[in-house]
């Protein structure tokens, strides 16, 4: 099969619900020959019999159509799970990603080894209780923690910290002289003033 069939039969099979539609259609139909084939001599629902020449022409035909959404089926099976894996790869690309930000970020505001646990369960959603307990320290810890964190990084609570990850998440191309949260030591606060 050239290149050019490839990608075509590709799109065919990837343009979601009209190419697999006609392909189960098409399967259906040569299903239905055998099917009917076989109840019309069981029952004698045919009076009149088919010239065998016709008959094998007509069985070869749904033979072949099986066989052929069977080979598509198959290729548009590869197919998926080839993009399948293809977005696993990127998503664990984007979580290395959104890793290493963290931790930019995190060296950016100065943060101790402490703040960095919590922040990063701060960001995750956690409850300062579940933080506390996570770290086996008390909630006023936490929040002391917190508070240090939200001033360091120029922000006024968890919102505005998870805010600021989602900006350079959303950002397609950072540009780092043209974004002052890029260059260390600025914050929110300095970029107010």
Avoid at 27 to 44: R, T, Y
Avoid at 134 to 147: D, M
Avoid at 173 to 187: I, K, L, N, Y
């Amino acid at each position: 099969m050239t290149a050019g069939a490839k990608r075509s039969l590709r799109r065919f099979l990837t343009r979601g619900t009209i190419g697999i539609g006609l392909l189960l259609l098409g399967q259906l139909i040569c299903a239905a020959v055998f099917l009917f084939d076989i109840l019309s001599s069981l029952f004698g629902l045919r009076s009149s019999p088919i010239a065998w020449q016709l008959r094998e022409m007509i069985e070869l035909g749904a033979a072949f159509g099986l066989l052929a959404g069977l080979g598509l089926g198959a290729y548009a099976f590869r197919h998926a799970i080839g993009e399948r894996d293809l977005a696993e790869e990127r998503l664990r690309r984007a979580a290395g990603e959104f890793q290493t930000m963290l931790e930019e970020r995190f060296a950016e505001w100065g943060l101790t080894p402490a703040e960095r646990d919590v922040a990063l369960f701060a960001i995750k959603g956690m409850s300062t209780a579940e933080i506390a307990a996570l770290r086996e320290t008390s909630e006023g810890t936490v929040k002391a923690q917190t508070n240090a964190i939200y001033r360091k990084a120029g922000v006024t609570g968890r919102p505005q910290l998870l805010s600021l990850f989602i900006e350079d998440l959303m950002r397609s191309q950072p540009a780092p002289e043209a974004s002052p949260r890029a260059r260390p030591g600025v914050t929110a606060a300095s970029r107010a003033a």
